[in-house]
């Protein structure tokens, strides 16, 4: 662990926030705060259900033939390639119970089907990543490491792997129905969009389009809606129904923007054209950044009036010098360790 020993006494110092187990409650003042040496010295163990794994700092875990070439890859990338599986598995389950719902005329399901899809891939997806903390989500990579101290240098990595993830979930649930697709469109080369002289577009089994009466603020504030955080997976899956059922009609609830991006450029790689990205006056960008506004927006409105930890809402004006100060000392969530 990153600790060094105190010249006046035996006690270890925590002096990185990814490697302090409870790191919320890590000042953000980067003052040095004393560990027990019991607690010092415990190994962190290999699995942790979520959503508490972000706090474990998988570089020690400790694992089984250490020598073998996998196994140092799989070490070093280990939470990447936990997003990937478990936006994987939020998109499989989401964007098939769509193209079930579509593709059958809704013979074999309705809206209500596809808010169980995504409610069931949210909550298989976060357990399935708890190594990482589950975020599956660029948005709540991105308020973690604004308001949780989750290391900036990791963010670029997660949000790879989470679009990586959801592409390659899109690809499958393609594959699968292409027959499907190909009945409903009428022709194996024909693949249209929302919002085109078609009857029988497919793009939107995989990326979401709004409503035709939407405005473009409209647009942007019904993607903003933000999880709430330190659910377990049962109550994000309820959540994300509530969500999808309530409001998830004028836009298609995409509230992540791995979840959309991710998905629309596989549609644009295998042939719907130029039209995922313009349809509806280029509406494929609101999806992408609003779902970071909402999320960050939710995570300050919860540290400011319910949140009493660690945070940087909660010192002196409310956060205003961490987020107005370009020095690295404000800004980063690991600075201490770099400087003891």
């Not at 473009?216 to 994000?236: A, D, H, I, N, W």
């Amino acid at each position: 662990m990153a600790t060094k020993s105190s010249s006046t006494s035996d006690s270890p110092l925590t002096t990185h926030a990814e490697n302090n187990p409870n790191n919320y409650a890590q000042p953000y003042d980067n003052t040095p705060q004393r560990q027990s040496p019991a607690r010092a010295s415990q190994q962190p163990h290999a699995e942790h259900g979520a959503p508490i794994d972000h706090k474990v700092p998988q570089e020690n875990v400790i694992q089984a033939h250490p020598d073998l070439l996998w196994s140092r890859i799989r070490h070093s990338l280990r939470e990447p390639f936990s997003e990937f599986l478990g936006t994987f598995i939020l998109v499989l389950f989401g964007d098939g119970a769509i193209a079930q719902v579509v593709l059958s005329g809704e013979t074999k399901g309705t809206w209500q089907s596809i808010c169980w899809g995504y409610g069931i891939g949210i909550m298989l997806g976060v357990y399935t990543s708890g190594i990482s903390g589950g975020h599956i989500n660029p948005a709540v990579t991105l308020t973690n490491a604004l308001l949780r101290r989750f290391p900036w240098r990791k963010v670029p990595l997660y949000f790879l792997a989470q679009t990586l993830g959801a592409m390659t979930a899109a690809a499958v649930v393609y594959g699968n129905y292409r027959s499907a697709i190909d009945a409903f469109e009428g022709s194996t080369s024909t693949r249209t969009v929302p919002f085109s002289a078609s009857h029988t577009p497919t793009a939107g089994i995989f990326a979401t389009y709004p409503a035709e009466f939407m405005t473009r603020t409209g647009m942007f504030f019904s993607e903003q809606y933000c999880m709430p955080e330190k659910l377990v997976p049962v109550g994000l899956f309820f959540v994300l129904w509530g969500i999808a059922g309530c409001f998830g009609w004028e836009t298609g609830f995409a509230l992540n923007p791995a979840r959309d991006f991710g998905p629309r450029l596989v549609t644009y790689m295998i042939g719907y054209g130029r039209g995922v990205w313009t349809a509806a006056g280029g509406y494929a960008w609101i999806p992408i950044i609003a779902p970071f506004c909402g999320a960050a927006f939710g995570g300050w409105l919860y540290d400011m009036f319910l949140f009493t930890g660690e945070s940087p809402i909660n010192t002196e004006g409310a956060g205003l010098k961490r987020f107005i100060s370009p020095r690295k000392e404000i800004w980063s969530n690991t600075y201490q360790s770099e400087h003891v």
